[in-house]
């Protein structure tokens, strides 16, 4: 890579889950005296305008912030928020900064996290093939509300990453020259879409039974519980020693528990209720007590239980939370030491009372959780587009945002696969994109050289039916073929026997028998692959045998109940685009699973499309219980 116009050889790398903004003021017009105060003038809005936007949001992390920062001769903003697993948090910056731009007409603003240009990430499909990763560096940005990017001349024409300095000057000299396409910018911003809507929707309410003590704290600090459940979720040995003592001495015994209603993230609350997590000794005679009722067991009864051990996780995060806030930079933990010191202080005086609790906003706000379920009858509901019901468009896996993402993905790689400009060799790469260690097969490119007659015969022995291979990809992955007759097995087996060995007249005669013995036992070697194939169902195109077989004798017996109400004609119309994006679906995320986190086919395709997918551990928990 040439560095010598300025890109960095070694450039810095940005920890895991964290976003950086950098906000820039070029304005010819703007004398550099006053560039500090307007600079200033820009950070209090932008401050101003997260407050308003996202008042009751709670961070995962690190929240939203800016400092004037000084580097290579430049003067701008900067800011870096750790997200967490909590990816909602850096769109809501990308959201606050866009708009920001709106109000400041100079303002330009460059964000990039640990992937790098993410937001060309999210347009994969779409970047021009220039653009690619090892070249987009300080390529992106934010004018205006718009995606502007910096062509190919900004690097001279070279195929390089631009340095910092290089990009300012160039908007500086040419900021006319800057490529705005929106058909990049719909797929870069897909996520803000929805924003500032989306803010009160990532919110989750839910009952717990606490004490009284904490009840007042979470009150006084609703933000304290994502440092508090951050701690409950990356729990160790150490922190959990004092809680498992006998007689300990905690802040928060189970004393005098009241019922209030907690606000949580959805990731948070995810994360704190999918925790197996035994009960400490002085929990566990109140939870235990709870789950050993005799007798049948109310719904009221449930929720009761449920709640005392959703309270109890909660008490216990705040535990650890206190042990260790001394040890940890966290402003919210460090706050809520000092919270925690003056409610001791002040004693029981300083505790509301029930009425006080009952007159708190929302003191009984309890959330749906169906959110939290999915099943295959959900997930194929998602990919028809269809809804069962009103509720369900709202709640749960149902909503719309997971029905777009689904058919995203369906659809984008049904574009792959319909790609016309790829050749039987794959998909068309740039030239960077290729590994590196290509060079070292140049090294050997003379002894090839003295291969070149047997290449040339093998060449011959061996073609390849481009349009076969696709009629076959189709069939694999649950596509339709193009023409609905399918190719009969004696003419497909002909042809493949034609091609392959369409060479083998030039071959000596004392072979020919040979040849023959061979092309036979490759016959039967086919006939016996395609049985077998056929008879798992991976050249059927009709999922329903299938995904009966999949869903299991329980859901079979649930969607038999309910097909006895349901218009058999309103099944049947459009089954076939169904059941082609469910196998199809279905397929990705089964080959996805497959790789246990590893390097794969389906992750590598999936990735070229600019979709991201998270691991599944469910299975695995299931088998460790």
Same mark, same amino acid.
């Given at each position: 890579m040439d560095v010598k116009d300025g890109a960095d050889l070694f450039p810095r790398s940005l920890p895991d889950n964290c976003v950086e903004y950098?906000?820039?003021?070029?304005?010819?017009?703007?004398?550099?005296?006053?560039?500090?105060?307007?600079?200033?003038?820009?950070?209090?809005?932008?401050?101003?305008?997260?407050?308003?936007?996202?008042?009751? @949001?709670?961070? +995962?992390?690190?929240?939203?912030?800016?400092? /004037?920062?000084?580097?290579?001769?430049?003067?701008? %903003?900067?800011?870096?928020?750790?997200?967490?697993?909590?990816?909602?948090?850096?769109? =809501?910056? /990308?959201?606050?900064?866009?708009?920001?731009?709106?109000?400041? +007409?100079? %303002?330009?603003?460059?964000?990039? *996290?640990?992937?790098?240009?993410?937001? =060309? /990430?999210?347009?994969?499909?779409?970047?021009?093939?220039?653009?690619?990763?090892?070249?987009?560096? #300080?390529?992106?940005?934010? @004018? $205006?509300?718009?995606?502007?990017?910096?062509?190919?001349?900004?690097?001279?024409?070279?195929?390089?990453?631009?340095?910092?300095?290089?990009?300012? *000057?160039?908007i500086k000299l040419h900021p006319d020259a800057l490529v705005h396409s929106p058909f990049i910018e719909a797929e870069s911003f897909y996520r803000l879409e929805n924003y500032p809507g989306n803010i009160k929707a990532l919110m989750h309410h839910s009952l717990i039974t606490i004490p009284r003590k904490l009840a007042y704290i979470l009150h006084e600090q609703p933000a304290v519980i994502a440092p508090a459940i951050e701690a409950f979720y990356l729990r160790d040995p150490v922190v959990l020693k004092p809680l498992m003592e006998t007689s300990p001495d905690l802040h928060f015994p189970p004393q005098d528990l009241v019922t209030v209603s907690a606000k949580f993230t959805k990731v948070l609350f995810a994360q704190v209720k999918s925790q197996q997590f035994t009960a400490p000794p002085l929990w566990s005679t109140i939870v235990k007590s709870a789950e050993d009722e005799v007798g049948p067991v109310s719904e009221q009864e449930q929720k009761t239980s449920a709640r005392l051990e959703l309270g109890m996780k909660v008490a216990c995060s705040f535990e650890m939370l206190a042990a260790n806030a001394t040890k940890t930079d966290n402003r919210l933990a460090r706050e809520f030491t000092i919270l925690l010191e003056d409610v001791e202080e002040d004693g029981d005086k300083a505790l509301p009372t029930d009425n006080d609790i009952?007159?708190?906003?929302?003191?009984? $706000?309890?959330?749906?959780?169906?959110?939290?379920?999915? #099943?295959?009858?959900?997930?194929?509901?998602?990919?028809?587009?269809?809804?069962?019901?009103?509720?369900?468009?709202? #709640?749960?896996f149902g909503d719309s945002k997971t029905q777009a993402d689904l058919r995203k993905i369906v659809s984008r790689f049904e574009d792959f696969l319909n790609d016309e400009t790829a050749g039987f060799e794959g998909a068309e790469l740039e030239d960077m994109d290729h590994d590196n260690d290509s060079s070292d097969d140049d090294d050997g490119e003379g002894e090839a050289n003295g291969d070149d007659e047997s290449s040339e015969d093998e060449d011959r022995a061996v073609s390849f039916d481009e349009d076969q291979f696709d009629r076959m990809m189709r069939e694999m992955m649950g596509f339709p073929p193009e023409d609905e007759a399918s190719l009969p097995t004696a003419t497909m087996q002909h042809g493949v026997r034609s091609n392959r060995f369409g060479g083998a007249k030039e071959e000596e005669a004392s072979d020919e028998d040979e040849d023959e013995e061979e092309d036979d036992d490759i016959m039967r070697l086919a006939a016996q692959m395609e049985a077998e194939l056929k008879g798992l169902g991976a050249l059927r195109l009709d999922a329903k045998p299938e995904?009966?077989?999949?869903?299991?004798?329980?859901?079979?017996?649930?969607?038999?109940?309910?097909?006895?109400?349901?218009?058999?004609?309103?099944?049947?119309?459009?089954?076939?685009?169904?059941?082609?994006?469910? #196998?199809?679906?279905?397929?990705l995320l089964e080959s996805f699973k497959s790789q246990a986190g590893l390097a794969g086919p389906a992750g590598n395709l999936l990735g070229m499309m600019g979709m991201t997918l998270p691991r599944d551990e469910d299975e695995e928990q299931e088998d460790e219980k």
């Open positions: 950098m906000l820039f003021l070029l304005d010819s017009a703007l004398e550099p005296r006053s560039l500090l105060a307007e600079l200033e003038n820009v950070r209090k809005s932008a401050l101003q305008l997260c407050a308003a936007i996202a008042k009751d @949001y709670i961070w +995962q992390r690190d929240c939203f912030q800016l400092q /004037v920062k000084r580097e290579k001769g430049l003067v701008f %903003l900067h800011g870096t928020t750790d997200y967490g697993d909590s990816i909602e948090d850096e769109w =809501l910056i /990308v959201y606050i900064l866009r708009t920001l731009t709106t109000t400041f +007409q100079s %303002l330009w603003v460059r964000v990039f *996290d640990s992937d790098g240009e993410f937001l =060309l /990430v999210e347009a994969a499909n779409v970047v021009p093939k220039w653009l690619s990763p090892e070249i987009d560096s #300080n390529r992106a940005w934010i @004018y $205006q509300g718009k995606l502007q990017l910096l062509p190919l001349s900004a690097s001279l024409g070279a195929k390089r990453p631009l340095s910092l300095v290089e990009a300012i *000057d160039y009952a007159s708190w906003p929302n003191a009984n $706000q309890e959330d749906n959780e169906a959110w939290l379920d999915i #099943n295959f009858e959900d997930f194929d509901n998602e990919l028809q587009g269809r809804h069962r019901n009103k509720a369900e468009r709202q #709640n749960g995904r009966a077989k999949a869903l299991g004798s329980t859901e079979g017996a649930v969607i038999k109940g309910k097909g006895k109400g349901i218009d058999q004609t309103d099944e049947e119309s459009g089954d076939e685009e169904v059941d082609i994006d469910y #196998n199809l679906a279905k397929n």
